[in-house]
Protein backbone atom coordinates (compact mmCIF):
# COMPACT_ATOMS: atom_id res chain seq x y z
CA UNK A 1 0.00 0.00 0.00
CA UNK A 2 1.24 3.57 -0.60
CA UNK A 3 2.45 5.52 2.14
CA UNK A 4 0.78 9.17 3.52
CA UNK A 5 4.22 11.41 3.68
CA UNK A 6 4.73 15.22 4.56
CA UNK A 7 7.94 16.50 3.66
CA UNK A 8 9.28 20.15 4.56
CA UNK A 9 11.03 21.68 1.86
CA UNK A 10 13.60 24.27 4.12
CA UNK A 11 14.69 26.12 0.41
CA UNK A 12 17.56 28.24 1.43
CA UNK A 13 16.52 28.94 4.89
CA UNK A 14 17.78 28.77 8.51
CA UNK A 15 21.68 28.39 9.10
CA UNK A 16 23.06 25.44 10.77
CA UNK A 17 22.42 26.27 14.39
CA UNK A 18 18.51 27.57 13.43
CA UNK A 19 18.48 24.30 11.47
CA UNK A 20 19.45 21.85 14.43
CA UNK A 21 17.23 23.58 16.70
CA UNK A 22 14.13 22.87 14.43
CA UNK A 23 15.27 19.76 13.32
CA UNK A 24 15.57 18.88 17.69
CA UNK A 25 12.33 20.13 18.43
CA UNK A 26 10.59 18.66 15.86
CA UNK A 27 11.98 15.64 16.95
CA UNK A 28 11.46 15.81 20.26
CA UNK A 29 7.42 16.41 19.72
CA UNK A 30 6.85 13.67 17.02
CA UNK A 31 9.13 11.47 19.44
CA UNK A 32 6.65 12.26 22.03
CA UNK A 33 3.63 11.98 19.94
CA UNK A 34 4.11 9.98 17.10
CA UNK A 35 2.78 10.79 13.52
CA UNK A 36 0.41 8.84 11.47
CA UNK A 37 2.46 9.19 8.31
CA UNK A 38 5.90 9.36 7.39
CA UNK A 39 7.70 12.90 7.68
CA UNK A 40 10.59 13.83 5.96
CA UNK A 41 12.54 17.04 6.13
CA UNK A 42 14.94 18.24 3.30
CA UNK A 43 17.16 20.97 4.40
CA UNK A 44 20.04 22.97 2.68
CA UNK A 45 22.99 20.15 2.04
CA UNK A 46 25.31 22.10 4.77
CA UNK A 47 22.83 20.97 7.72
CA UNK A 48 22.48 17.22 6.27
CA UNK A 49 25.63 15.81 8.45
CA UNK A 50 24.62 17.30 11.74
CA UNK A 51 20.30 16.98 11.24
CA UNK A 52 20.82 13.14 10.08
CA UNK A 53 22.07 11.93 13.51
CA UNK A 54 19.76 14.14 15.75
CA UNK A 55 16.64 12.90 14.73
CA UNK A 56 14.92 9.52 15.24
CA UNK A 57 14.86 7.98 12.20
CA UNK A 58 11.74 5.70 12.99
CA UNK A 59 9.67 9.37 12.86
CA UNK A 60 11.73 11.79 10.58
CA UNK A 61 13.55 10.61 7.69
CA UNK A 62 15.77 13.65 6.16
CA UNK A 63 16.48 14.43 2.30
CA UNK A 64 18.54 16.99 0.40
CA UNK A 65 16.83 19.35 -1.91
CA UNK A 66 19.04 19.08 -4.77
CA UNK A 67 21.61 16.52 -5.87
CA UNK A 68 24.10 16.85 -9.05
CA UNK A 69 23.29 15.55 -12.43
CA UNK A 70 27.28 13.81 -12.73
CA UNK A 71 28.93 11.16 -10.02
CA UNK A 72 31.61 13.12 -8.79
CA UNK A 73 34.45 15.24 -10.23
CA UNK A 74 35.49 18.74 -11.71
CA UNK A 75 32.32 20.54 -11.07
CA UNK A 76 32.92 23.10 -8.31
CA UNK A 77 30.12 23.69 -6.02
CA UNK A 78 28.05 20.51 -6.79
CA UNK A 79 27.26 17.92 -4.61
CA UNK A 80 26.77 14.73 -5.81
CA UNK A 81 24.09 11.71 -4.59
CA UNK A 82 26.64 9.56 -3.10
CA UNK A 83 27.78 12.78 -0.60
CA UNK A 84 24.09 13.27 0.00
CA UNK A 85 23.92 9.53 0.77
CA UNK A 86 27.11 9.43 2.90
CA UNK A 87 25.85 12.17 5.46
CA UNK A 88 22.58 9.77 5.94
CA UNK A 89 19.82 11.44 4.25
CA UNK A 90 17.76 9.27 2.22
CA UNK A 91 16.17 11.48 0.66
CA UNK A 92 16.20 13.86 -2.14
CA UNK A 93 13.55 16.69 -3.74
CA UNK A 94 14.19 16.62 -7.50
CA UNK A 95 12.77 19.02 -10.14
CA UNK A 96 11.26 21.45 -8.01
CA UNK A 97 9.93 24.78 -10.06
CA UNK A 98 12.65 27.14 -8.35
CA UNK A 99 15.34 24.49 -9.74
CA UNK A 100 13.53 24.09 -13.43
CA UNK A 101 12.84 27.97 -13.50
CA UNK A 102 16.01 29.59 -11.97
CA UNK A 103 18.76 27.08 -12.57
CA UNK A 104 17.14 26.18 -16.13
CA UNK A 105 16.49 22.17 -15.17
CA UNK A 106 15.80 20.10 -18.16
CA UNK A 107 14.33 16.92 -18.48
CA UNK A 108 17.54 15.46 -19.66
CA UNK A 109 19.02 16.78 -16.61
CA UNK A 110 16.09 15.77 -14.17
CA UNK A 111 16.65 11.97 -15.79
CA UNK A 112 20.32 12.05 -14.67
CA UNK A 113 19.86 13.21 -11.07
CA UNK A 114 16.84 11.04 -10.61
CA UNK A 115 19.22 8.01 -12.14
CA UNK A 116 22.44 8.79 -9.52
CA UNK A 117 19.81 9.06 -6.67
CA UNK A 118 18.12 5.71 -7.41
CA UNK A 119 21.59 4.35 -7.71
CA UNK A 120 23.09 5.87 -4.24
CA UNK A 121 19.90 4.17 -2.58
CA UNK A 122 18.19 8.06 -2.02
CA UNK A 123 14.35 8.48 -2.54
CA UNK A 124 13.42 11.24 -5.21
CA UNK A 125 10.86 13.52 -4.25
CA UNK A 126 10.55 14.26 -7.84
CA UNK A 127 8.47 17.71 -8.59
CA UNK A 128 6.24 18.27 -11.22
CA UNK A 129 3.26 21.11 -12.22
CA UNK A 130 2.19 23.71 -14.08
CA UNK A 131 2.74 27.79 -14.30
CA UNK A 132 -0.56 30.02 -14.12
CA UNK A 133 -0.88 30.55 -17.59
CA UNK A 134 -0.75 27.16 -18.45
CA UNK A 135 -3.63 26.55 -15.64
CA UNK A 136 -5.29 29.34 -17.34
CA UNK A 137 -5.03 27.53 -21.54
CA UNK A 138 -5.77 24.32 -20.00
CA UNK A 139 -2.95 22.96 -19.99
CA UNK A 140 -1.97 21.01 -16.77
CA UNK A 141 -2.37 17.54 -17.74
CA UNK A 142 0.16 17.86 -20.89
CA UNK A 143 1.83 19.75 -18.71
CA UNK A 144 2.81 17.01 -15.94
CA UNK A 145 2.46 13.92 -18.25
CA UNK A 146 5.57 16.38 -20.70
CA UNK A 147 7.51 16.14 -16.99
CA UNK A 148 6.75 12.89 -16.06
CA UNK A 149 7.35 10.96 -19.56
CA UNK A 150 10.43 13.59 -20.28
CA UNK A 151 12.49 12.42 -16.94
CA UNK A 152 10.88 9.64 -15.40
CA UNK A 153 9.31 7.17 -17.91
CA UNK A 154 12.29 5.77 -19.07
CA UNK A 155 12.72 4.07 -15.98
CA UNK A 156 12.13 -0.02 -15.17
CA UNK A 157 8.85 -0.56 -13.09
CA UNK A 158 11.00 -1.51 -10.05
CA UNK A 159 12.59 1.90 -10.16
CA UNK A 160 9.59 4.10 -10.81
CA UNK A 161 8.32 2.02 -7.43
CA UNK A 162 10.66 4.05 -5.49
CA UNK A 163 9.97 7.46 -6.30
CA UNK A 164 7.72 10.20 -4.26
CA UNK A 165 5.86 12.17 -6.75
CA UNK A 166 4.45 15.60 -5.70
CA UNK A 167 2.52 17.59 -7.50
CA UNK A 168 2.96 21.50 -7.17
CA UNK A 169 1.02 23.89 -9.05
CA UNK A 170 3.86 26.76 -9.52
CA UNK A 171 1.06 29.37 -9.06
CA UNK A 172 0.83 28.20 -5.61
CA UNK A 173 3.86 27.86 -4.24
CA UNK A 174 4.35 30.74 -1.98
CA UNK A 175 1.68 32.52 -2.79
CA UNK A 176 -0.73 31.77 -0.26
CA UNK A 177 -2.87 30.61 -3.10
CA UNK A 178 -3.69 26.97 -2.48
CA UNK A 179 -5.44 24.44 -5.18
CA UNK A 180 -8.89 23.52 -4.43
CA UNK A 181 -9.66 20.47 -2.96
CA UNK A 182 -11.33 19.03 -6.10
CA UNK A 183 -8.46 20.60 -7.98
CA UNK A 184 -5.86 18.46 -6.32
CA UNK A 185 -7.72 15.45 -6.41
CA UNK A 186 -8.59 15.83 -10.25
CA UNK A 187 -4.37 16.50 -11.56
CA UNK A 188 -3.45 13.27 -8.92
CA UNK A 189 -6.21 11.25 -10.50
CA UNK A 190 -5.12 12.11 -13.66
CA UNK A 191 -1.02 11.67 -13.09
CA UNK A 192 -2.42 8.31 -11.16
CA UNK A 193 -3.93 7.42 -14.57
CA UNK A 194 -0.55 8.02 -16.26
CA UNK A 195 0.99 6.33 -14.47
CA UNK A 196 -1.09 3.27 -14.47
CA UNK A 197 -1.07 3.06 -18.24
CA UNK A 198 2.64 3.32 -18.23
CA UNK A 199 3.34 0.65 -15.51
CA UNK A 200 0.22 -1.24 -14.70
CA UNK A 201 -2.47 -0.46 -11.83
CA UNK A 202 -0.78 -1.84 -9.03
CA UNK A 203 2.77 0.24 -9.49
CA UNK A 204 0.03 3.53 -9.94
CA UNK A 205 -1.58 2.38 -6.72
CA UNK A 206 1.64 2.02 -4.79
CA UNK A 207 3.14 5.48 -5.72
CA UNK A 208 2.59 8.43 -2.92
CA UNK A 209 1.61 11.62 -5.07
CA UNK A 210 2.35 14.78 -2.68
CA UNK A 211 0.32 17.77 -3.11
CA UNK A 212 2.74 21.29 -2.39
CA UNK A 213 1.65 24.69 -2.70
CA UNK A 214 0.80 26.83 0.20
CA UNK A 215 -0.13 23.90 2.39
CA UNK A 216 -1.23 24.62 6.08
CA UNK A 217 -2.76 23.15 8.94
CA UNK A 218 -5.77 25.10 7.53
CA UNK A 219 -6.37 23.22 4.56
CA UNK A 220 -4.30 20.36 4.74
CA UNK A 221 -6.74 18.10 5.99
CA UNK A 222 -9.29 18.66 3.38
CA UNK A 223 -6.64 18.13 0.72
CA UNK A 224 -4.91 15.04 2.28
CA UNK A 225 -8.81 13.55 2.51
CA UNK A 226 -8.94 13.10 -1.32
CA UNK A 227 -8.43 9.74 -2.63
CA UNK A 228 -5.34 10.37 -4.52
CA UNK A 229 -3.75 12.95 -2.51
CA UNK A 230 -1.48 11.05 -0.16
CA UNK A 231 0.34 13.86 1.80
CA UNK A 232 2.08 17.40 1.27
CA UNK A 233 5.05 19.21 0.29
CA UNK A 234 5.06 21.57 2.67
CA UNK A 235 7.55 24.86 1.92
CA UNK A 236 6.77 28.21 4.23
CA UNK A 237 4.97 25.71 6.63
CA UNK A 238 8.20 23.69 7.36
CA UNK A 239 9.96 26.44 8.95
CA UNK A 240 7.75 26.50 12.08
CA UNK A 241 7.39 23.11 14.19
CA UNK A 242 3.59 24.49 15.52
CA UNK A 243 2.70 24.50 11.50
CA UNK A 244 4.42 21.44 10.65
CA UNK A 245 3.31 19.45 13.30
CA UNK A 246 -0.52 20.72 12.04
CA UNK A 247 -0.14 19.65 9.12
CA UNK A 248 1.75 15.92 10.31
CA UNK A 249 -1.75 15.84 12.79
CA UNK A 250 -4.32 16.20 9.69
CA UNK A 251 -3.39 12.40 9.21
CA UNK A 252 -4.89 11.72 12.85
C1 LIG B 1 7.44 24.21 -2.12
O1 LIG B 1 8.18 25.07 -2.50
O2 LIG B 1 7.72 23.01 -2.30
C2 LIG B 1 6.21 24.62 -1.45
C3 LIG B 1 5.19 23.79 -1.44
O3 LIG B 1 6.19 25.88 -0.89
P1 LIG B 1 5.01 26.56 -0.05
O4 LIG B 1 4.45 25.52 0.87
O5 LIG B 1 5.68 27.67 0.71
O6 LIG B 1 4.01 27.05 -1.03
Known amino acids: MRKNIVAGNWKMNKNLQEGIALAKELNEILVADK??????????????????????????GVGAENCADKVSGAYTGEVSAEMISSTGAKYVILGHSERRAYYHETFEILKEKVKLALANGLTPIFCIGEVLEEREAGKQNEVVYAQLAGSLYDLSAEDFSKIILAYEPVWAIGTGKTATAEQAQEIHAYIRSTIAEKYGKEVAENTSILYGGSCKPSNAKELFANQDV????????????????GIIDAFK
Do not use: E, Q, R
Request: hydrophobic fraction near 50%; include cysteine.
Open 230 to 245: DGGLIGGAALKVADFK
Open 35 to 60: PNCDVVICTPFIHLASVTPLVDATVI
